[in-house]
């Protein structure tokens, strides 16, 4: 695979590029797009987040507040009462590392009180100024994803002059925001955030480029599970992109993502288990005359 990098939360240590890892998504609400009310009683949620985890999920990512495009933010307040049930026992029964899905300071500092590891901020840090310092006094990590706009108006013709360098620019200046607060570089991650804020070929440009943020130094997480410019490309409703999310998940880690955030655990770690041994062996034949050169991660 490709380089090795330190990444850190809560005090444990790890070195992310040797093999993919897998983020299991366990939505906590009752409108999120794809798994939207199955798992919103606290008994489900946790079931389900234990069912990813034997399945092979490196981190379990819950959240308690959709952010489909034109959702609506709820009070901090609903939004722990929906997770934090799940967190806590969670990891009373699971050392798995623990994502929380949140904008909110408020939240994210209740989350990590009661063991989650890593928060998943979609604003990056900037709907609450708070959410850094918390993240750091915490020793905690932070995914930083871009987005642009808010979910309520992310969709709404979203435009870019150069999509490339514009969500490079913005992941670059986010991560050093979070490190002027203490958070410390191998606790961040990065997201291009794909589908929030962007068009089918946004989303399309921005994963067959993945290796142009390796400059920015930080391990990638890419968000592709069964979203609508799957739907857009096949024709299918969110229900029938499994094939689509397996095919944007190999892409994805041939153009350089670390980190995968999935619904479907199982399905994508047996793909992604015989892509990695591909890639393992190198590409050394010559090229077939006609399609160009062999592809080496």
Known sequence: MGETAKFRARGKSFELGRRTWLVGVVNVTPD???????????????????????EGADIIDIGGESSRPGSIPIPAKEEKKRILPVVEVLRQKNDVLISVDTTKAEVAEAALAVGADIINDISAGRFDPQMFPVVARAKAAVILMHMKGTPRTMQLAPHYDDVLGEVKAFLGERLEAAESCGVARESVLLDPGIGFGK?????LTLLNNLQFFEEL?????????????IGKILKLEVKDRLEGTIAASVVSILRGASLLRVHDIQAVKRAIAVAEAILSQGAVAPPVEGQ??????
Request: no cysteine.
């Open 217 to 229: 130094g930080r391990p990638l997480m890419v968000g592709i599970s069964r979203k609508s410019f």
């Open 199 to 203: 068009t089918l070929e946004h989303n």
């Open 32 to 54: 999120s797009f794809y798994d939207g009310g199955l798992y919103f009683e606290p008994a489900r949620a946790i079931e389900r987040a234990l069912t990813l985890a034997a």
């Open 292 to 297: 160009g050169k062999p592809y080496v991660h």
